[in-house]
């Protein structure tokens, strides 16, 4: 069986953003969902997040929003619903651990859809990683990290040493 | 790659990759092996509808009469696209997921992913065939799972409705059935096979949506463990194909996506109302 992985939406925003020190990783996650090496689950709130937002003073543009909807309608993520048995994990969540609301839904729905990790760029929140309280246990929450097993291009074997480009 | 009939594939190759069914007792009567081909046949056929959007077709590649011992293979209809090593992959991911489906029914945990209504129905029949020691499935390289009786109470509970609210599927829709209560099936993205009650008109609109990708959307009935059992639709509509296009393709491409903000206080800004603090 596959590992069940969660991204949260800030792991499609530090990829589209490349600038991030997580950004490599993040993309890392995704191509290996792609692959077909992982399950890669997130919610369809993750869908309303990863926009541009005027309050952020962003530019918008047509292009933005095609790459965006390029990358959150790939195949290769699962979505999950937030149905009345993840927005009641989501309140419990909450209410035990004083979790922000859109950071309880993603953590109710890496729950409810049995993933061993969620993935966040929320630094603090993997804090609360594994905490269990009298209701609920929360998953393992890291920040995003390569998962990727290291492997050489396919194709001819290499005759020739590389070497460091002249700068 | 040319066409390859499955008489061409080597037995042994065949033989690898069974999936073997054993239903252990003193004495299996004609009757009950009967029913026993007959079911197996039925959730080999369904899951592997589900499953794969290729044809397969399931061969016999051993029999042993002492116990009812049935061994079958999958045969992929796809020679001219994909390879012989994408072929093997995917029938193995068919068997896994009728091992991996029939494991979650045992734990009662989950309505199994790739497992209609109707292959639910017929491994309920299934497992009611077993006696003490059950039926024993397993797929090549990997621990074999039991089927007990128990399994039928279980499909019970997986299949009764427990909640209800408004919501969408998104799939592909691959059955329009017209007996009595007329409904489509629409093959989930990711696995969820979901019966969809329509109206007459709807049903007619679907015949035209036939092997497309839809959205049905309406009153979802789920079970006690949030899966989606049957939607009576309100909307039916064609939904784009998703693509699998490299992640590569899109990263680093809106490098100001969240303007002067991290990716935190952007997020934070998406939901100012909140008072709790993480």
Same mark, same amino acid.
């Given at each position: ?28 996650? /995704?191509?290996? +969902? !792609? ?5 890669? $689950?997130?919610?369809? =709130? @993750?869908?309303?997040?990863?926009? &541009? /937002?005027?309050? +952020? !003073? ?5 292009? $933005?929003?095609?790459? =965006? @909807?390029?990358?959150?309608?790939? &195949? ?15 309140? @419990? ?75 | ?278």
């Amino acid at each position: 069986m596959k590992r069940r992985i969660y991204a949260c939406s800030g792991v499609f925003i530090s990829h589209l953003k490349g600038t991030e020190p997580e950004s490599h990783a993040c993309t890392d996650i /995704l191509e290996a +969902a !792609r692959e077909g090496s992982i399950e890669l $689950h997130t919610s369809w =709130v @993750t869908i309303t997040e990863v926009i &541009a /937002l005027d309050r +952020a !003073r962003l530019r918008r543009t047509p292009d $933005h929003q095609r790459i =965006v @909807t390029e990358l959150m309608d790939s &195949a290769y993520i699962v979505y999950s619903a937030v149905d009345q048995i993840v927005a009641e994990k989501s309140r @419990t969540i909450s209410w035990d651990f004083q979790i922000k609301t859109h950071d309880a839904l993603h953590l109710a729905t890496a729950i409810v859809r049995k993933c061993e990790v969620v993935y966040t760029i929320d630094g603090p929140l993997t804090s609360r990683s594994g905490q269990s309280s009298n209701n609920i246990q929360l998953p393992k929450i890291l920040l995003p990290e390569f998962i990727r097993e290291p492997s050489l291009p396919l194709g001819e074997p290499r005759t020739t040493p590389l070497t460091r480009k002249p700068i | 790659m040319p066409k390859r009939s499955r008489d061409e594939i080597d037995p042994m190759t065949l033989r690898r990759q069974a999936l073997t069914f054993a239903l252990r007792k003193k004495a299996v009567s004609i009757d009950e092996f009967e029913r026993f081909v007959r079911e197996t046949k039925a959730l080999l056929k369904n899951v592997s509808r589900a499953r794969l959007e290729i044809g397969a077709e399931w061969v016999l590649t051993d029999l042993k009469f002492s116990s009812a011992v049935m061994a079958y293979a999958p045969t992929l209809q796809d020679r001219d696209r994909a390879s012989d090593q994408q072929l093997y992959e995917r029938a193995h991911d068919v068997e896994w997921s009728i091992v991996d489906g029939i494991r979650a029914v045992e734990e009662a945990t989950a309505k199994p992913p790739y497992f209609s209504e109707r292959a639910l129905s017929g491994l309920r029949r299934l497992s009611l065939l077993g006696d003490g020691a059950g039926i024993s499935i397993s797929a090549p390289n990997g621990p074999a799972v039991i089927l007990t009786r128990s399994a039928a109470d279980h499909i019970d509970v997986l299949l009764r409705p427990a909640r209800k609210y408004y919501g969408s599927i998104v799939g592909d829709l691959d059955v329009v059935s017209v007996h009595k209560s007329p409904y489509v099936t629409v093959y989930g993205d990711h696995g969820d096979v979901v019966r969809c009650f329509l109206s007459q008109q709807m049903i007619d609109d679907a015949k035209d949506l036939l092997g497309d990708r839809v959205v049905v959307a309406g009153e979802i009935t789920s079970n006690r463990f949030g899966n989606v059992v049957s939607i009576r639709g309100e909307e039916l509509y064609e939904a784009p194909r998703r693509h699998s296009r490299p992640p590569s393709q899109t990263g680093g491409l809106i490098p100001d996506i969240t303007g002067d903000y991290s990716i935190s206080e952007y997020l934070d800004s998406l939901w100012p109302e909140e008072i709790a603090q993480s």
